[in-house]
């Protein structure tokens, strides 16, 4: 997001400290499905409005259109529609109380639209904004842009004295108007998050699918002076050269996905809570990691079996309850609980080969069917082929090296060879029967 980077410069950090929506619920991550194009959350400016005891009867007044707004969702800011279709305004005086750090310096982001049908020209809304009784502008929105286009203003404050940022609007014309107000610390940058663990961290906010309220944009852990990002916490490294990521604590954030396998980049990790989530999917063999000392991945939907590699780790507390793992467990995983740690494995789909859960059946190993079995089942097979292959040589050996021409063309030539036989008996028999007629009847000359 911009919000006036160009003048504010590239070593500074906007730390949200209040982004209000005026005259609406409170709407964006979090609150509604009405989310912009960074995910910003609105908050209900109510809380934070002084309600004056001299306002007169009509007090602070509601104004809300189905009206398009022009200049909505432009950039580089992306300033959502919704936050211009609501505004509050008043027949005396507006006024909020920012909580601020004195410490630090503050960008203040003005939001405003005529949304007022009765306002039809310049000079008919004209306020002064101040703050800390310090008056930074006057404004008539309509002179600066007409009626139902979006209009922002911006002003840096410094130097304050007090834990209080207060704002006015006080009319000059008519009455003072406000539909979004945003306050940002201006923090020095400083170290940033070493560039593997950032590809990590971005990996996870994405197989996690962590939501939009919990402000997981930008650098993990800096500023170093804040927790950056919900849920996680941060140190230095060894060289104090750049910042590490040493804890993840999203326990029962709603998640739905799966652990990133990119979570073995995070080389510092001490503490990972992830429990009494919807989690899917198996346990990377990145939570192997030497640093890692807790682990609880307890009531997800957790399935597969239990990397060995876990056993790499320095775990002390292994919390695995109530998901879906099956297998065997390693035994030096197990052995954590042996060796004063704590280890919990119980309500799983099919965990077992360790005391305290059932024996794994024949040929199982870790992960379902064992090195073993699997071999064991190979050679069956080919042992029970090789019985078949034998028996069909054997039968057809049995049966005779002609039974190859399939009966048919053996019978066929041995008709063909009886009929030539035949016929020579008979011709033989034809001669023969020829000869003996001649000898028994001479021929008779007739005289001359």
Known sequence: MSYDSSS?????????????????????????NDTDKFGRAWQSDEEFRVEDSILNSEGVRVLVTSNKILGTNQGPNYFPMQLYQTAVTANRVLEYDLPVDAKLDYLVWFHFAEIDMSVSGIGQRVF????????????????????????????TVKNLNST????????????????GLENYALVPKDLSTVPDQVLAMRALKESLRVPDRMGWNGDPCAPSDWDAWEGV?????????????????LGSQGLKGHISEQIGLLTNLVS???????????????????????????????????????????????????NQLEGRVPE???????????????????????????????????????????????????????????????????????DYDFGLPHD???????????????????????TQNVNRFPTTLNPL
């Open 8 to 32: 504010l410069g590239t070593n500074v950090l906007l730390v949200n400290y209040g982004r209000l929506t005026c005259g609406s619920n409170s709407l964006g991550s979090g609150f509604s």
């Open 128 to 155: 002064d904004i101040l703050i800390n009784q310090r008056n930074v502008s006057r404004v008539d929105i309509y002179k600066q842009v007409g009626s139902f286009v979006a209009f922002s203003w911006h002003y």
């Open 164 to 179: 209080l940022l207060n704002v006015k609007l006080i009319p000059v014309v008519g009455h003072p108007l406000i539909s």
């Open 233 to 249: 916490t941060c140190r230095t490294n060894k060289e104090k050269s750049a910042l590490i990521v040493s804890q993840i604590d």
């Open 272 to 322: 990972l809570n992830l429990s009494s989530n919807s989690l899917e999917g198996t346990l990377p063999s990145g939570l192997g990691q030497k640093s890692l000392v807790h682990l609880d991945l307890s009531s997800n939907q957790l399935s597969g079996a239990i990397p060995e590699i876990l056993a790499s780790s320095s775990l002390q507390l292994v919390l695995l309850n109530n």
């Open 332 to 402: 030096k995983v197990y052995s954590i609980g042996v060796h004063g740690g704590a280890i919990d494995l119980t309500s799983n789909k099919g965990l077992c080969g360790v005391p305290s859960l059932p024996p794994c059946p024949l040929f199982w190993g870790k992960g379902g069917l064992s090195t073993g079995g699997k071999i064991a089942i190979g050679l069956s097979c080919v042992i029970l082929l090789s019985v078949v292959v034998l028996m069909v040589y054997i039968f057809c050996i049995r049966k005779g090296g002609n």
């Open 412 to 434: 066929l030539m041995s008709l063909a060879a009886k009929r030539n036989r035949y016929q020579r008996q008979k011709s033989m028999m034809l001669v023969e029967m020829e």
